[in-house]
């Protein structure tokens, strides 16, 4: 049960690490806790939840990163069997593309069976190879030019220019994130940013969605909120990064359920540290 896995005490300070540290920690699993009780028992399956617990005890301090080693799972943003279904009229929205990494796995898990593909990706550097990457899939699937298109953006709530700021490691977030212009400090700008909402981008675009995958620094709850229309009339297979801030650990499963209650939902685990968690959520 998640409630004995967690009785653990803080109390021992852990690799080195100061017993403020452990009190910081354990103020935010005191809050958090009810939330994360809820989550775990929605989990669809068995795997889900044991990885659910064994995640938390890292990111809590409560262990090592051993911890993750049992659940580790392999093949991220396709594992659970029901991010496998697959139609000529498929469209695949990569939010956070980098260089086009998980677009080339969904075309080998598709077989090239799809309509289209976006790869929405804000970084120019990143830009340049998933360009290189498109040019080769293009040539060695026999696929038109335009199945894949590439979107100069990042992905958020709403549509707006803003500020990708430079990463650091805090109590509750992790990474680079994207705020408004006016909040940056000039120091920490790393570039500005254009981002989109979904449901705005895709309005006169696209009549159906299939599939989100989204990895966006730490900006995956306000990229739900952007696309609740599509989540809401499409219900599509949703890949959600889970491992940014602590808060993401329940918010974004709640906030996922509450769009689409009927939606199923597993959190499974793709590192041996505690990033690159992942929930899935797909309906019947």
């Given at each position: 049960?998640?409630k004995d896995?967690?009785e653990?005490?803080?109390?021992t300070?852990?690799?080195?690490?100061?017993?403020?540290?452990?009190s910081?920690y354990?103020a935010y699993f005191k809050?958090m806790q009810?939330?994360?009780?809820?989550?775990?028992d929605?989990?669809?399956?068995?795997?889900?939840r044991?990885?659910f617990?064994?995640?938390?005890?890292v990111?809590?301090k409560?262990?090592?990163?051993?911890?993750?080693f049992s659940v580790f799972?392999?093949d991220?943003?396709f594992t659970?069997p029901?991010m496998?279904?697959?139609?000529?009229?498929?469209?695949?929205?990569?939010?956070?593309?980098?260089?086009?990494?998980?677009?080339?796995?969904?075309i080998?898990?598709s077989q090239?069976i799809?309509?289209?593909?976006y790869?929405?990706e804000?970084?120019?550097?990143?830009r340049?190879?998933?360009e290189h990457?498109?040019?080769?899939?293009?040539?060695?699937?026999?696929?038109d030019?335009?199945q894949?298109?590439?979107?100069?953006a990042?992905?958020?709530?709403?549509?707006?220019?803003?500020?990708?700021?430079k990463?650091?490691?805090s109590d509750l977030?992790?990474g680079?994130?994207?705020?408004?212009?006016a909040?940056?400090?000039?120091?920490?700008?790393?570039?500005?940013v254009h981002?989109?909402?979904l449901?705005?981008?895709?309005?006169?675009?696209e009549p159906?969605?299939?599939m989100?995958?989204?990895?966006?620094?730490?900006?995956e709850?306000?990229?739900?909120q952007?696309?609740?229309e599509?989540?809401r009339?499409?219900r599509?297979?949703?890949?959600?990064s889970l491992?940014h801030?602590l808060t993401d650990?329940?918010?974004?499963?709640?906030?996922?359920?509450?769009?689409?209650p009927?939606y199923?939902l597993?959190?499974?685990?793709?590192?041996?540290n505690?990033?690159?968690?992942?929930?899935y959520?797909?309906v019947?």
């Amino acid at each position: 049960m998640l409630k004995d896995r967690y009785e653990k005490p803080f109390q021992t300070a852990f690799n080195g690490q100061s017993y403020q540290l452990f009190s910081r920690y354990r103020a935010y699993f005191k809050f958090m806790q009810p939330a994360l009780r809820q989550v775990y028992d929605l989990l669809e399956d068995e795997v889900s939840r044991e990885t659910f617990t064994r995640v938390l005890n890292v990111r809590f301090k409560l262990a090592d990163d051993a911890e993750v080693f049992s659940v580790f799972q392999p093949d991220q943003y396709f594992t659970p069997p029901e991010m496998n279904r697959f139609t000529p009229d498929s469209v695949f929205v990569d939010c956070g593309a980098f260089v086009g990494d998980t677009i080339e796995k969904y075309i080998w898990h598709s077989q090239g069976i799809f309509r289209r593909i976006y790869g929405f990706e804000p970084g120019m550097k990143q830009r340049t190879a998933l360009e290189h990457r498109k040019a080769r899939l293009v040539e060695e699937w026999a696929l038109d030019d335009n199945q894949i298109s590439i979107v100069p953006a990042g992905v958020g709530e709403a549509t707006q220019d803003m500020a990708l700021v430079k990463g650091v490691m805090s109590d509750l977030a992790i990474g680079t994130k994207l705020v408004p212009e006016a909040e940056a400090d000039e120091a920490s700008i790393i570039d500005r940013v254009h981002v989109v909402s979904l449901d705005e981008y895709f309005r006169d675009r696209e009549p159906r969605i299939d599939m989100i995958k989204a990895d966006v620094e730490g900006s995956e709850l306000a990229l739900l909120q952007g696309a609740q229309e599509i989540i809401r009339r499409d219900r599509p297979n949703l890949a959600i990064s889970l491992y940014h801030k602590l808060t993401d650990y329940f918010e974004l499963p709640l906030y996922i359920k509450s769009l689409v209650p009927e939606y199923h939902l597993r959190i499974y685990h793709h590192s041996t540290n505690f990033t690159e968690t992942v929930v899935y959520a797909y309906v019947d």
